[in-house]
Structures are given as structure tokens and as C-alpha cells.
T-cell receptor, first 111, second 115 residues
């Protein structure tokens, strides 16, 4: 099946720093989604992207749909302790029946 | 806000038991999904349903079955639980039309341990 490569696998950052993570695919995607999962909870949808080049913000979070349609990026500005969690990308290509999920980026924010 | 609830947060069952995991959504979503989540393997789709009484196999349906008798409820059944089914189980739902069908909303998960 299709695979998404999400990087980095984990990040340790200081409170107040900005964070960047990305997701890449070997095939073209027409939809990109970013989720956050708190420990012991289900993923929560943060941002959905539907057009190549699209840049969408949700508070301190900004996500971009790469112009090649094979990647997406998530940035978090001025990180705070509650940003801790696992961030997942997910995508859909025309040939797939359902979403493909990345393996997640574990974010730790140090005080 | 979309609300997806799952019947149990934590469940411990013995090998060979029949296990029912229930999921209910309150937003009139047509699509419902069951995933399992394991460290290093991410989210893997077990089954999904586009409508009442309809079901389709996902990537890892072996050892599982599902039931959707009402639009708001989607049940995952482990006919004879095995230790390799110890996992976090996540239910999700979405609308069926246009781009919104890709926006899946998840429940809090059920952590199942099979001993």
C-alpha cells in the first residue's frame, strides 16, 4: 500500500521555540490532513489541505500543501507545554480507498 | 462539535473470549471506521462502513468483524480474542460528500489487553 514518510520521529524543544515537521509520499496526494494525539486519547484534526500550494493556519499552527503534491509541512510557532503529543499527517490520493497515515512525530516541550 | 464516543477506555479480556467494541457518533456521519494503533506501526484500518448494514474490509480485517445496524453506531467484534490483538482501537467517522469525507473525527480510543 501507499506509505507516508513523516519526519522527524521525535523532537525535544525548549518552550517558546518554533517547530517544523514534514510528511512525504512517493505518489501524488490530493488531500493532506494533520492530526494531534494527546497521550491516551484519540487523534484530533488540526488542519485540512486540499490544494497544492495551500497554506492554512489554525492559531499558532500553520500547514502547507507542497506544490509537488507529494509533501506537506506543519509548523508550530512559540511552542508551549500543551503542544506535547504525537502529530500525525494523513493523506489521500485518487487511487486509494481511504486515508494513509504517517507514523507520527513525538513532540516534547521542555520548560 | 463532532462527538465520537467509545464504550470503554480500557478493557482486559482473556484469550478466546468474544469481545465487542462499540462506537457511537452524534453528527449524522455516513462513514465510520475502525483502526488499531500500535507503536511503530501507526494507524491501520481494520474495517469501514459507508452506510447502515454496509461494510468493507480495510488493510487488516483478519480476526475481526463489524456490525452497523444503525447509522450512528459501528461495532467491532473480535470473535476469539488473541494476545496479538492487544492494541489501542480507534473509531472514527466522517461525512460522505466532497472533500469533507476525508476529514475523519476520532473517538478517545479503547486500550484492549488480551491475556
Amino acid at each position: 500500500g501507499q506509505q507516508l514518510n513523516q519526519s522527524p520521529q521525535s523532537m525535544f524543544i525548549q518552550e517558546g521555540e518554533d517547530v517544523s515537521m514534514n510528511c512525504t509520499s512517493s505518489s501524488i496526494f490530493n488531500t493532506w490532513l494533520w492530526y494531534k494525539q494527546d497521550p491516551g486519547e484519540g487523534p484530533v484534526l488540526l488542519i485540512a489541505l486540499y490544494k497544492a500550494g495551500e497554506l492554512t493556519s489554525n492559531g499558532r499552527l500553520t500547514a502547507q500543501f507542497g506544490i509537488t503534491r507529494k509533501d506537506s509541512f506543519l509548523n508550530i510557532s512559540a511552542s508551549i507545554p500543551s503542544d506535547v503529543g504525537i502529530y500525525f499527517c494523513a493523506g489521500h490520493s485518487g487511487s486509494a480507498r481511504q486515508l494513509t497515515f504517517g507514523s507520527g512525530t513525538q513532540l516534547t516541550v521542555l520548560p | 462539535d463532532v462527538k465520537v464516543t467509545q464504550s470503554s477506555r480500557y478493557l482486559v479480556k482473556r484469550t478466546g473470549e468474544k469481545v465487542f467494541l462499540e462506537c457511537v457518533q452524534d453528527m449524522d456521519h455516513e462513514n465510520m471506521f475502525w483502526y488499531r494503533q500500535d507503536p511503530g506501526l501507526g494507524l491501520r484500518l481494520i474495517y469501514f462502513s459507508y452506510d447502515v448494514k454496509m461494510k468493507e474490509k480495510g488493510d487488516i480485517p483478519e480476526g475481526y468483524s463489524v456490525s452497523r445496524e444503525k447509522k450512528e453506531r459501528f461495532s467491532l467484534i473480535l470473535e476469539s480474542a488473541s494476545t496479538n490483538q492487544t492494541s489501542m482501537y480507534l473509531c472514527a467517522s466522517s461525512l460522505s460528500g466532497g472533500y469533507l469525507r476525508y476529514e475523519q473525527y476520532f473517538g478517545p480510543g479503547t486500550r484492549l489487553t488480551v491475556t
